[in-house]
T-cell receptor
Framework: AQSVAQPEDQVNVAEGNPLTVKCTYS??????LFWYVQYPNRGLQFLLK??????LVKGSYGFEAEFNKSQTSFHLKKPSALVSDSALYFC?????????????FGAGTTVTVRA | NAGVMQNPRHLVRRRGQEARLRCSPM?????VYWYRQLPEEGLKFMVY????????ESGMPKERFSAEFPKEGPSILRIQQVVRGDSAAYFC?????????????FGPGTRLTVL
C-alpha cells in the first residue's frame, strides 16, 4: 500500500525567508511524487512532480522539491517566500508497481507567510 | 485551453435527495478521476473512469454512490439518498493517457452541503 505523511499541519514564515514543507512517503517500489497547492475555495493546482532522474525538481512559482530515496522524503522548498504563497499544500504519491493511476494524498500543510 | 470544469460549484441538498455532480475533462483528456475531500482531511480517491468504462471504483462507498463517463458529455458522480456525512468537497481530475507518469489536473470542485 502507498501512503504519504506531512508531519506539519502548519508552517509559518516571514516574507523573504526560505520556505520548506515536509513530505515523507511509503511505497513498495520506486515512487512517483507530486506536489499540489490549494487556495481557499479553489481546486488543486499542480506544482511539480518527480518521476525519475535528477533528484532536484523545479516547478511552478519558484518552487522546487528534492527527492531523497534514503530518507523516503520529498520536501517542497522555496528560497524566498511571498505572502501570496499562503495556501494549503498537498503531497501525493503514486506507486507504479500497483494500480499506478491512483494518487494517495497527505493530509495537507497550511502555509502562512506573514508580511 | 480550458481546464477541468465542474458544476455546480456549490450544491445544497436535504437528506434523502439525490446529488448529481458533473465534470468535463480538459480537452484531449480521456481519463477522469473523482476524489472526495472531507473537512480537515486530504483527498481520498473514489473512482477512475475512461470513456464508457469504470476502471477502478475501489474508493466508492458500496451503496448510494455511482459514477459514469459516457461516450458523449461530462462524467457524472451521482449520490442517491444523501446523508449529512456526504457533505464534502468533490474534486474531479483528468489526465491524458492514465499512465503512471501522467499528471492529473484538478477542477475547482463541487462543495456539497447536506442539510
Amino acid at each position: 500500500a502507498q501512503s504519504v505523511a506531512q508531519p506539519e499541519d502548519q508552517v509559518n514564515v516571514a516574507e523573504g525567508n526560505p520556505l520548506t514543507v515536509k513530505c515523507t512517503y511509503s511505497v513498495s517500489g520506486n515512487p512517483y511524487l507530486f506536489w499540489y497547492v490549494q487556495y481557499p475555495n479553489r481546486g488543486l493546482q499542480f506544482l511539480l512532480k518527480y518521476i525519475t532522474g535528477d533528484n532536484l525538481v523545479k516547478g511552478s512559482y519558484g518552487f522546487e522539491a528534492e527527492f531523497n530515496k534514503s530518507q523516503t522524503s520529498f520536501h517542497l522548498k522555496k528560497p524566498s517566500a511571498l505572502v501570496s504563497d499562503s495556501a494549503l499544500y498537498f503531497c501525493a504519491v503514486r506507486d507504479p508497481s500497483g494500480n499506478d493511476y491512483k494518487l494517495s494524498f497527505g493530509a495537507g500543510t497550511t502555509v502562512t507567510v506573514r508580511a | 485551453n480550458a481546464g477541468v470544469m465542474q458544476n455546480p460549484r456549490h450544491l445544497v441538498r436535504r437528506r434523502g435527495q439525490e446529488a448529481r455532480l458533473r465534470c468535463s475533462p480538459m480537452k484531449g483528456h480521456s481519463h477522469v478521476y473523482w476524489y472526495r475531500q472531507l473537512p480537515e482531511e486530504g483527498l481520498k480517491f473514489m473512482v477512475y473512469l475512461q470513456k464508457e468504462n469504470i476502471i477502478d471504483e475501489s474508493g466508492m462507498p458500496k451503496e448510494r454512490f455511482s459514477a459514469e463517463f459516457p461516450k458523449e458529455g461530462p462524467s457524472i458522480l451521482r449520490i442517491q439518498q444523501v446523508v449529512r456525512g456526504d457533505s464534502a468537497a468533490y474534486f474531479c481530475a483528468s489526465s491524458q493517457d492514465g499512465g503512471g507518469t501522467d499528471t492529473q489536473y484538478f477542477g475547482p470542485g463541487t462543495r456539497l452541503t447536506v442539510l
